[in-house]
């Protein structure tokens, strides 16, 4: 079943404070004073990137005010100048995803070529904006440890979430709300599943730790052009090279050396196996100009677990055969019993095997064509296999999902006041869940307590959507004007059960 939808989304804000940042990049802003405190129009505030050297700049209005909007998060250094005034340059100014950042200056009086370097503190109360939410930082991403290296483990440090079990997409709740509520972008594009709100199936390297730079949670109070789903607004963003050369390599490896039997164990333990491996690189192609950055992680688990199953017992195997032959088919289908229950029931301990494959890669170019024009494009895919093996009753089931991401920004800066964005995503899911069985259908034995025995089945699912948006932004004075829009196409194709299950 193949179900099409469109979807057009069109955002108008008016503001009388700094304009809001894009989902992905983040705003400066903030008012020019001298000494006795009052304003200083037309003085000039550049921002230079410390890792890319990219450079912007704008100068005040009357009121004193300025506002630099869709600045890439990084560290930037802040020089503010005025003719008749002390160059004052504020250093390590850290922008992070989705941030309003507020930098005030107070500038002296004295030759305009004197530099007065000032320590750029936070600010105590956040002026523009009425957001809940939090952002975990680079710092954060790289130093806390987490479960199977999985980033969404991180959004339980967000204030109003609620972790139900497992630290991955779907058990991760807010304020409330359903894990279907939940609105998922990648670089400020669609990354949510396309029948719900997570993926299909958990994957733990969507997008490999290695390659997450910084990420945002808006819980609450969130403006629109942060996504069109009720709950909270998630957006990753994906690291970019530098001008330094960067790269990593690593290895972790889990087994059950030092694990110890449970009580349903036999005396020999399960296997257990996990190795997550994979590395990254970045680095300039031009200074200043042209970056690249890579990345892939592989996981590899073998995952034995003892399991209980229970089966006719020999006497009723004879007295069914006996009575009614017909039967034959399903109760041979049974295992032959290891440890009697009772005169009807056996038990068979064995060991299922779970084997779980996983790669993830991450491909990210950024062009900067000019200081008003850039664009980056970025590529990452996720393919996953896991597997399940019913070592008493024989069934094996695969589940497969490969998710793929892609996304090209262009942003032209067409006055230090103007400027537009433009992306195009693609979000794509292909999820197949398959199960071997006995018989094509289920069957089970009613009023007793045997296993009922697995019937095959096959559930295909690959929804797409394709994301056109434009965000355009203008400030004057005081006032900001923003406008925006989403076109999104939204493609399923959705199989239910495709094998026959009547029979």
Not at 26 to 55: F, I, K, Q, R, Y
Not at 335 to 343: L, R, T, Y
Not at 470 to 475: A, L, N, P, V
Request: glycine share 8%.
């Amino acid at each position: 079943m193949s179900i099409p939808i469109s979807r057009v989304t069109i955002c108008f804000f008016l503001s009388a404070v700094a304009a809001l940042a894009q989902a992905d990049r983040a705003t400066l802003n903030g008012t020019v004073t001298d000494t006795s405190g009052a304003v200083v129009p037309n003085a000039l505030v550049s921002a230079t990137e410390t890792a890319t050297g990219s450079h912007r700049e704008v100068r005040t209005g009357s009121a004193g005010a300025y506002s630099l909007s869709a600045l890439p998060i990084g560290a930037y250094t802040v020089r503010i100048s005025a003719t008749g005034m002390k160059t004052a340059e504020f250093l390590t100014v850290k922008l992070e995803v989705g941030e309003d950042r507020t930098l005030d200056a107070q500038l002296q009086v004295g030759d305009q070529a004197s530099m007065v370097s000032v320590t750029a503190t936070a600010s105590p109360i956040e002026r523009s904006t009425a957001e809940v939410g939090g952002v975990i930082e680079s710092h954060q991403v790289k130093e806390i440890p987490l479960d199977g290296r999985e980033w969404a483990g991180l959004m339980a440090l967000v204030p109003g979430a609620v972790d139900v079990g497992g630290g991955h997409e779907s058990s991760i709740h807010f304020a409330g709300h359903s894990r279907d509520d939940t609105n998922f972008t990648i670089d400020g594009v669609d990354a949510s599943g396309v029948q719900e709100g997570p993926q299909k199936t958990s994957v733990r390297l969507q997008v490999n730790l290695d390659s997450v730079a910084e990420f945002r949670v808006n819980v609450a109070d969130y403006t629109a052009e942060y996504g069109d789903m009720g709950g909270a607004q998630v957006n990753v963003v994906t690291k970019s090279g530098t001008n330094q050369f960067h790269g990593d390599v690593f290895e972790f490896l889990r087994n059950s050396a030092l694990d110890t039997r449970s009580p349903f164990d036999p005396s020999q333990l399960p296997p257990f196996r996990l190795n997550q491996f994979g590395g990254s690189v970045g680095g300039a192609i031009v200074k200043d100009k042209s970056f690249f950055f890579v990345s892939y992680e592989g996981l590899r688990q073998r995952l034995g677990a003892t399991a209980i199953s229970f089966v006719p017992s020999a006497s009723v195997r004879s007295q069914v055969l006996a009575t009614s032959p017909d039967l034959k088919p399903i109760v041979d289908a049974y295992p032959v019993g290891q440890i009697p229950i009772d005169s009807q029931t056996d038990e068979i301990i064995a060991t299922n095997h779970n084997p779980v494959r996983e790669d993830s890669g991450l491909i990210r170019f950024d062009q900067h064509f000019s200081e008003n024009t850039t664009m980056y494009a970025r590529y990452s895919v996720d393919d996953s296999l896991a597997s399940s093996l019913n070592g008493a009753l024989g069934s094996h089931t695969d589940t497969s999902i490969r998710p793929t991401n892609a996304i090209v920004d262009l942003t032209h800066i067409f006055s230090p006041r103007t400027l537009n964005e433009f992306k195009f995503g693609v979000n794509r899911s292909a999820y197949r869940h398959a199960t071997a069985g006995i018989f094509p259908f289920a069957v089970s034995i009613g009023g007793t307590a045997y296993d009922s025995l697995p019937n095959s089945a096959l559930d295909e699912e690959i929804g797409t959507t394709f994301s056109w948006v434009d965000s355009f932004t203008h400030t004057s004075g005081r006032h900001t004007w923003k406008i925006g829009g989403e076109i999104r196409r939204i493609r399923l194709n959705n199989s239910g059960n495709a094998l026959d299950t009547t029979s």
